[in-house]
């Protein structure tokens, strides 16, 4: 069973454009949602991620929306450049747990 | 931002070989994870070790999967012997604490076992 669900596998946006990757999971004993960004040939490197006490954390350009009623979150990458185009994991864990749990990935691709 | 380095960066090796990949993790981290990825799809958790021991590990590590950490040398996952199935790309990831601190990913060990 999957416990962290990315809904798109893909996702194809135009230069300048909001990108939104969905996420959803089914642990509600997940309390802390990283999302991860990975370029081919290199190791997943920590975007942003958010507490479960919160509903919206920013940096930048990035910013997550989290619901906890509904168990889902999602990234949204505003002003999205080619540089963005990369996979992008939304992973999650809870205060004691030893791993962190990752969904499947959403390949980006910014179109210029 | 902190390093994980991961060596080799690519090794080749015919089933049913040994093969040791090594993690030389962030220095003051205190916890250890293996991962597997193929294809550039899901990141499977592997193991978790700190203190010496292993804390938790899944259905993927097999028997045949060892891994340890001999005197803060380095953090290091051993296939005795390896299978074709075992053909993927291993990373290393190390967070000073357990749960909610980030963990930092090294680049990963592409492994092709022949």
């Known amino acids: 069973q999957q416990q962290v669900r990315q809904s798109s596998q893909s996702l194809t946006v135009w230069e300048g454009e909001t990108a939104i990757l969905n996420c959803s999971y089914e642990?509600?004993?997940?309390?802390?949602f990283p999302w991860y960004q990975q370029f081919p040939g290199e190791g997943p490197a920590l975007l942003i991620a958010?507490?479960?006490?919160?509903d919206k954390k920013e940096d930048g350009r990035f910013t997550i929306f989290f619901n906890k009623r509904e168990k889902n979150l999602s990234l949204h990458i505003k002003d999205s450049q080619p540089g963005d185009s990369a996979t992008y994991f939304c992973a999650a864990s809870d205060t004691n747990a030893y791993k962190v749990i990752f969904g499947k990935g959403t390949h980006l691709h910014v179109l210029p | 931002g902190p390093k994980v380095l991961q060596i080799p960066s690519h090794q080749i090796i015919d089933m049913g070989q040994m093969v040791t990949l090594n993690c030389d993790p962030v220095s003051n981290h205190l916890y250890f994870y293996w991962y597997k990825q193929i294809l550039g799809q899901q990141m499977e958790f592997l193991v978790n070790?700190?203190?010496?021991?292993?804390?938790?590990k899944s259905k993927l590590f097999k028997d045949q999967f060892s891994v340890e950490r001999p005197d803060g040398s380095y953090f290091t996952l051993k296939i005795q012997p390896t299978a074709l199935e075992d053909s993927a790309v291993y990373f290393c990831a190390s967070s000073p604490r357990q749960g909610q601190d980030t963990q930092y990913f090294g680049p990963g060990t592409r492994l092709l076992v022949l």
């Open positions: 958010i507490r479960s006490v919160s």
């Open positions: 642990n509600s004993a997940f309390d802390y």
């Open positions: 070790f700190y203190n010496g021991k292993v804390m938790e």
